[in-house]
């Protein structure tokens, strides 16, 4: 690699190399996280007391899920992954509406053609108008999918740890919304690494609901409880928290 490609690559992005190479490997992390779901239903969707209508769809769903995280990339590509706010975009519209597509799928690859699925594609179809609009439902049309989603594995799983994945969410935004005050960037890489460890959630359920070993409502409830204390004590070091140096601008 010569020295002036070096030099222009290193230029994409306005942090240092460590904290650049924190960031990258956290948005890669969430690229990856499907995988693990794709893995636990071709290995044990099986095994399930209750099938999934449509187990084949998992892996669609989270083809697109992985498409529009790249969205989400470019669109950290296009802001030298230096985030101040929350960007309007068309990579943001095709980020956002994708996902919310790949979460409508879920839905049906669980539980199939019926009046939940029907719901979650009226608000999927709205999403990206919404959006374009610059509507504020178009957040609560994403989250509406997303408890959909979530709420029908647990129909087929039984098992409260698919709960984690909003918890999982929430610690993402929670990281985010902080993000875009501080200019901390290293919160960046935080709330990146807790919605891919979040979606874990889903997989371990589904493992867990094959074995007959759920997750019971008292662990679910510590290790919620745990998450948001962690999170709550956080809160003086990030209200502290310094901007991070631009590099180059």
Sequence with gaps: MNTGFRQQLREEFDLSPPMATWIVATHIFVLASPLALIWAVENYSALLP????????????????????????????????YLTEATRSVADLFF?????????????????????????????ALYPFAYIWNHPSHRGLNGAVVLLATGSLFFVTGDPAVFLFLLGTGAGVYFITYLV?????????WGAFSFGLGFLAWPWAIVNATKGTPLSWAWFAGISTAIILVLALLRPLLNKAKATPRQYT
Excluded: C
């Design 50 to 81: 209750q099938a999934f209508a449509y187990p084949t769809l998992v892996s669609l769903a989270s083809a697109i899920y992985i498409g529009a995280t790249a969205f989400e990339v470019a669109q950290n590509s296009a802001d030298r992954w």
């Design 96 to 124: 956002n509406a994708f996902m919310t597509l790949a979460f409508f799928l879920y839905i049906v690859a669980f539980l199939g053609l019926g009046w939940i699925a029907l719901a979650a594609a009226v608000l999927t």
């Design 181 to 189: 005050e501080r200019k901390a960037q290293w919160m960046h890489g």
